[in-house]
Each structure stands twice: as structure tokens, then as C-alpha cells.
């Protein structure tokens, strides 16, 4: 069940959960708390802030996406033309010829993936447990893992950027997929 928030004074309980600490929140902004899909022919035009629940993307979202807590973020063909930010135990998933022309930031201990002919313009980074993983699709900028998990490269995908992991955990390229930039790995 989804429920929506149109109303700025419901904000405190988005606050009050770290979601909104750092960022810029205005009257235009949509605020979620559960499941919610954003259908084919749909477009928002603002920043979606999304809490104990899964946001699907199949339309389009104008502003960045941030969730936090239970659920996750995927796009399922659709496309963010902003950032996608997840701050709890869930996962970010771009699929089936999803695009997202910014960052993907995975903060909590879910994975971030990019697979099916997908496309990120930008950055993906994972900064605790979670892993990266990058299968039959095109990331335009960096891969870069901080926490314990690992970073997959695989079945014909391309990174422009570089690809780094900087925790314990591990870099694998398959010989049918290519890193323009630099591989490091500790």
C-alpha cells in the first residue's frame, strides 16, 4: 500500500528519519511512504522522496529519487533524469533498458545493479555491504565501491570510466566486458 504526501508539514517525519538532512526540498517535491510504481505514461516532474517501500520507475521522474528504510529503487524501463540515492537495507536496480542520466548512491547494505541493456550516465557507488554489479549494460562514468562488498562486470558490458573498490572485497571483469578507464582493486 502507498501512501501519498503532497504536504510540506509531513516533511518533519522524513527529517526526522535522516532522508531529507542534506538535501534542498521544496513545495514541488513528492513524498511516498510504501510500495509505489510509476507508471509507463507518467512523468513527475520533481524530486521523489520515498520511505518503507519500493519505488518502480516504468514512466519518467524529472528530479532524483531518494529512499530511505525498508524497500529499494527500481527502474524497470523508465528513466530518472536525476540521481538515485538509497539510504537503507534495500537495493537500487536499473533494468530492462532503464536509463538514469545521473548518480546511483547506494549508502545502506543493498546492492546496486545496472543489467539488461541498461544505461547510467553517471556514477555508481556503493559505500557498504552491497555489491555493484554491472551485466549486459552501459555505465558512462566510474564504478566505485567503498564498503565490503564486491564489484561484477559482466556478459558484454562497458564501463567508460574507471572501476574501484576500496574495501575487502573483490573486482571481476569478464573477458567479454571492457573498462575503458583504470581497474583498482585492494
Known amino acids: 500500500m502507498c501512501t501519498f504526501i503532497k504536504n510540506l508539514p509531513l516533511l518533519g517525519l522524513f527529517a526526522v528519519a535522516g532522508l531529507v538532512q542534506s538535501t534542498t526540498v521544496s513545495a514541488d517535491d513528492v513524498f511516498y511512504i510504501g510500495n509505489t510504481v510509476i507508471g509507463p505514461n507518467r512523468t513527475i516532474e520533481a524530486n521523489i522522496f520515498i520511505t518503507n517501500g519500493t519505488l518502480t520507475v ?8 531518494y529512499q530511505m528504510g525498508s524497500g529499494g529503487v527500481t527502474v524497470n524501463g523508465g528513466l530518472v533524469k536525476g540521481n538515485i540515492e538509497e539510504d537503507g537495507a534495500g537495493n537500487i ?53 567503498a564498503g565490503g562488498g564486491s ?12 572501476v574501484f573498490e576500496s574495501g575487502p572485497g573483490t573486482c571481476s571483469v569478464d573477458k567479454s566486458s571492457e573498462v575503458e578507464g583504470s581497474v583498482e582493486c585492494d
Open 58 to 65: 516504468r514512466g519518467v521522474v524529472e528530479g532524483n529519487i
Open 151 to 162: 564489484v561484477f562486470v559482466r556478459n558484454g558490458s562497458l564501463i567508460k570510466g574507471n
Open 93 to 145: 536496480l536499473v533494468t530492462s533498458g532503464g536509463e538514469v542520466e545521473g548518480n546511483l548512491d547506494e549508502n545502506g547494505t543493498g546492492n546496486a545493479t545496472v543489467q539488461a541493456g541498461s544505461l547510467v550516465k553517471g556514477e555508481v557507488f556503493e559505500s557498504d555491504g552491497g555489491n555493484i554489479v554491472v551485466d549486459s549494460s552501459l555505465v558512462e562514468g566510474n564504478l566505485d565501491e
